[in-house]
C-alpha cells in the first residue's frame, strides 16, 4: 500500500495545485519512483489511497498496466491519517501481512528485503516491522530504539539521541493491527505501534541507504537536482 491522501500543507503552494505524491523529482513523480521499486521487488498489487486532488493521481497512473502492476485505489472523502486510511483500504488488501510506504518519501530501499518480515508478522506474534534510518537534520532526536533487531520506544530523555533512529515511512504491518480502528474514522498510527512496542511485537531493521523526507518544497528542489546529475 501506498499512503497518498495527505494534503501537503508544508509543500505549499506546490500541492495547492498538484497532489504531493505527483510531485516530480529526477523526471519522474515521487510515487511513479515508489510503483517501479514494488514492482522490482516482485509486488503487482498495489492499494492507494487518496483524498486531496486524488482524481489527479487516478488520472495520472491508471489501472497500473503501464508499470506492469494492478492499482486499486481508497478514496478518502477527507484524509483519514496513517492508520484510518490503513484500516479503510484493509478490504482491498488481501494477505494478512502487507508492505506500507509513505508517498512523500524518496529512498533506495530494495522492498524484497520486507519479504521475511511479512512471512514473519504472518506466523508468529509479531504486529509490525519498521524500517528505521539515521536522523535526518529537521528531525535529530530520531523516533525509536532498535535493540537487536527489536524497537522499543525511545521517550525517555536518558536514551541517548545516536541510539534512537527515525522511522522511515516504510513499515509492514499484520492487519489485526488495526482491529481497533474503525473504516472511515481518522486515526494516527504512532499510538497503534507505541502500544505494539510496549507489549514487545515490533521487529525492525535499520536502513543505512539513501532517503529523503520530501516535506518542503527545498528538500523537493534538492532531490531533484541530485537525481537529475545521477
Given at each position: 500500500m501506498i499512503l497518498a491522501?495527505?494534503?501537503?500543507?508544508?509543500?505549499?503552494?506546490?500541492?495547492?495545485?498538484?497532489?504531493?505524491?505527483?510531485?516530480?523529482?529526477?523526471?519522474?513523480?515521487?510515487?511513479?519512483?515508489?510503483?517501479?521499486?514494488?514492482?522490482?521487488?516482485g509486488y503487482t498489487h498495489i492499494v492507494i489511497n487518496h483524498a486531496h486532488l486524488g482524481?489527479?493521481?487516478?488520472?495520472?497512473?491508471?489501472?497500473?498496466?503501464?508499470?506492469?502492476?494492478?492499482?486499486d485505489y481508497s478514496r478518502e472523502i477527507g484524509a483519514l491519517e496513517t492508520a484510518g486510511g490503513i484500516a479503510a483500504a484493509l478490504p482491498l488488501i488481501g494477505c494478512e501481512s502487507f508492505v506500507v510506504v509513505n508517498g512523500d518519501i524518496w529512498c533506495e530501499y530494495d522492498f524484497a528485503r520486507a519479504d521475511a518480515p511479512r512471512a514473519r508478522l504472518t506466523s508468529a506474534g509479531d504486529r509490525a516491522h519498521l524500517v528505521l534510518v539515521d536522523n535526518p537534520a529537521h528531525h535529530c532526536k530520531g523516533d525509536f530504539v532498535l535493540d537487536r533487531g527489536r524497537v522499543r520506544n525511545g521517550d525517555?530523555?536518558?536514551?541517548?539521541?545516536?541510539?534512537?533512529?527515525?522511522?522511515?515511512?516504510?513499515?509492514?504491518?499484520?492487519?489485526?493491527?488495526?482491529?481497533?480502528?474503525?473504516?472511515?474514522?481518522?486515526?494516527?498510527?504512532?499510538?497503534?505501534?507505541?502500544?505494539?512496542?510496549?507489549?514487545?511485537?515490533?521487529?525492525?531493521?535499520?536502513?543505512?541507504?539513501?532517503?529523503?523526507?520530501?516535506?518542503?518544497?527545498?528538500?523537493?528542489r534538492q532531490l531533484d537536482e541530485s537525481l537529475s546529475h545521477a
Open positions: 491522501a495527505g494534503r501537503g500543507e508544508r509543500m505549499r503552494p506546490l500541492t495547492d495545485h498538484t497532489p504531493k505524491p505527483l510531485l516530480v523529482a529526477g523526471g519522474k513523480p515521487l510515487i511513479v519512483w515508489h510503483i517501479e521499486r514494488l514492482r522490482a521487488a482524481h489527479q493521481i487516478e488520472a495520472a497512473l491508471g489501472n497500473g498496466a503501464a508499470w506492469g502492476v494492478r492499482i525517555s530523555p536518558l536514551t541517548p539521541h545516536p541510539f534512537r533512529y527515525t522511522f522511515s515511512g516504510i513499515g509492514v504491518y499484520h492487519r489485526s493491527l488495526f482491529d481497533a480502528t474503525p473504516a472511515g474514522e481518522r486515526a494516527a498510527l504512532a499510538p497503534l505501534l507505541r502500544l505494539a512496542i510496549d507489549a514487545g511485537r515490533v521487529s525492525g531493521e535499520h536502513f543505512s541507504g539513501r532517503w529523503v523526507d520530501v516535506g518542503t518544497p527545498e528538500r523537493l
